[in-house]
């Protein structure tokens, strides 16, 4: 019917990737103190996560994430939104968590950039931890043109963001 209808819901999209988007970007803002890992090492003598996952930018990138899902649910009139933003908003924080484990692992430095750990994984995650809410409420995100969709869109928003960031001084690298 119209030129921009490319066979899923654009809008539904939008609205799930906003809380874990949200909670991604808090704690760069928020962040800071002390780490998760409290200085910590694991077995290969390097830091379990590093300096750049701190407590505060942890429970700010939740909190920053279930506000997005309130003031979406209730602008919506919609409260499974609240519901996903809660599971995607962890699922992001995880990803976040998971992926410098493993930059860690693999002696990537605190910092240093890694294209599928820094912007993909937190997506992924946030997917598969809404996933449950998702297959039943909004079908049309899970599908498979729809999940390519999310991973080009927050690959360039992820880039552009942190660029943006740089500029204004909260990101001392752009990515
Ligand atoms: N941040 C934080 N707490 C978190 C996540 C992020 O305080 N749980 C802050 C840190 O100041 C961090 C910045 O947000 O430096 C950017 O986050 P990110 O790019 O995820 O961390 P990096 O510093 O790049 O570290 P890593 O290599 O572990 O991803
Ligand atoms: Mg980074």
Redesign the pocket.
Known sequence: MLKWDVGFDLIHILLFLIPPYVANAA??VL??GAP?DLGRRTWDGRRI??????I???VA?LVAGFTAGFVEAYAVGEGTLLTIAILSSCGA?AG??I??FV??RLN?????P?LV??QLLFIVLAIACAYPVLSVQTPDILLPESVLFILLFTYVMHRAMNIVANRMGL?K?P?
């Open positions: 704690p760069v962040g800071g998760i996560l590093g300096d750049g996952k701190t505060r930018g942890l990138g924080m976040d968590i992926g410098s930059k860690r990537v430095e605190r910092g240093r890694s750990m820094d990101k690298v990515w």
